[in-house]
């Protein structure tokens, strides 16, 4: 049975400030859903939250970039942030960055991740979904799962994996793409991937059967509306068992903190911290970046989940060095490299405070 997988995202309005989503909303957005399913547009569908980022997680028979479910998915938005409105949550509507909808919500605030694929025996599928942080967020950890053996032993014992996985990796700068075969162009490819504020991964591939084993969302708010909107607060979605990665190789770049670009305005170095649904609230200096995992099982299309795989103690000790790595970056205040450098700031008086003080400047 061919099922496509997608995932849209948007933040409508934040409750209280950008920490977290109102019940409200969610609830406006789930019927929007049912609707959507009792007319047989979907086949199921997920509605959550992470953060202040509401996520839509849909399946259904139409393909990806489909017209109708962008248009749902637009829709649901648009009336949940009259929900917003209503409630005066703060930056009702945020991500909806266009006056209507023309076909395809790429491009128009919202963030996508899909996939289409035949239904296996047993489809596991991990979706992870974090706040405040940037696509590129998912880079190390993606690496990871599908091309380093100290992390993936089934790249190196089974069989079905040995040959590794291809991934396209874009620039989010250019709006161009190029697909890397792992492992043999790693040394290459990490090149770009350690850049990750201008390249990140959007697909990975299964290099023997061509079949896709994970999905990014790449879009840049701050890129397409040309000014700082919010953060990307993008989300991934990854197959697993079999010839994909297992579910404990796809959690376990999460046992160690990354640390990514976003947090307070935007303009922060934060490590992602891997959490549990009910504590992806960002509060503590707008953050710090969080990141939650829901596990399904895809049956007939059929979304029999979501289990929060990060709800484990043994993922405490992450969460413990995230906070380690959060109090000491804090130190450092507006100093690089917790800040960020001046090019990636989402806000900066430079111009202004540039232009004031030009006439004191002189040549040395
Ligand atoms: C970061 C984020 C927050 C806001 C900050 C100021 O992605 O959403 O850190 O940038 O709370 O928000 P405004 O400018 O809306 O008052
Ligand atoms: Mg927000
Ligand atoms: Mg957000």
Request: charged letters at 20%; proline letters at 6%.
């Amino acid at each position: 049975m061919e099922i496509t997988l997608s995932v849209i995202k948007a933040d409508i309005g934040g409750y209280v400030g950008h920490s977290s989503s109102h019940p409200d909303v969610l609830q406006k957005a789930k019927e929007y859903m049912e609707s959507a399913k009792k007319q047989g547009l979907l086949i199921d569908y997920h509605v959550t939250a992470c953060g202040d980022d509401a996520q839509l997680i849909m399946t259904h028979q139409k393909g990806e970039d489909n017209e109708q479910i962008h248009k749902l998915a637009w829709d649901t938005f648009v009336e949940c942030t009259e929900v917003a409105k209503k409630l005066k949550l703060h930056g009702a509507g945020q991500d909806l960055l266009a006056d209507a909808f023309s076909g395809n919500v790429r491009g128009m605030g919202p963030g996508v991740a899909e996939m289409q694929f035949t239904e296996r025996q047993a489809e596991t599928v991990i979706i992870f979904m974090a706040d405040k942080t940037a696509s590129g967020a998912w880079n190390l950890p993606l690496y990871k799962m599908f091309a380093d053996p100290f992390n993936t032993i089934g790249l190196v014992i089974a069989s079905n994996m040995h040959s590794g996985f291809a991934f396209e990796v874009e620039d989010v700068m250019e709006a161009k793409k190029i697909k890397f075969n792992a492992p043999e162009e790693i040394y290459d490819m990490l090149v770009f991937l350690g850049s990750p504020s201008r390249y990140s991964i959007t697909n990975i591939f299964h290099k023997e059967s061509n079949e896709i084993a994970a999905a990014c969302s790449t879009q840049h708010l701050a890129l397409i509306a040309g000014r700082y909107i919010g953060k990307d607060d993008p989300v991934c979605i990854v197959r697993s068992q079999g010839k994909f990665p297992a579910v404990g190789e796809i959690l376990e770049p999460f046992a160690s903190p990354n640390i990514v670009e976003g947090w307070m305005r935007g303009s922060h170095h934060g490590p992602l911290m891997p959490v549990p649904f009910h504590n992806a609230r960002a509060t503590r200096f707008d953050g710090p970046p969080r990141v939650i995992a829901a596990g399904f099982q895809i049956t007939e299309g059929k979304l029999v989940g979501a289990n929060d795989l990060f709800a484990d103690p043994a993922f405490d000790e992450a969460r413990h060095q995230a906070n380690l790595l959060a109090d000491f970056l804090r130190r450092m205040g507006p100093f690089e490299p917790h800040r960020l450098p001046l090019e990636q700031m989402e806000y900066t008086t430079m111009p202004e405070v540039m232009k004031k003080l030009a006439p004191r400047f002189q040549s040395v």
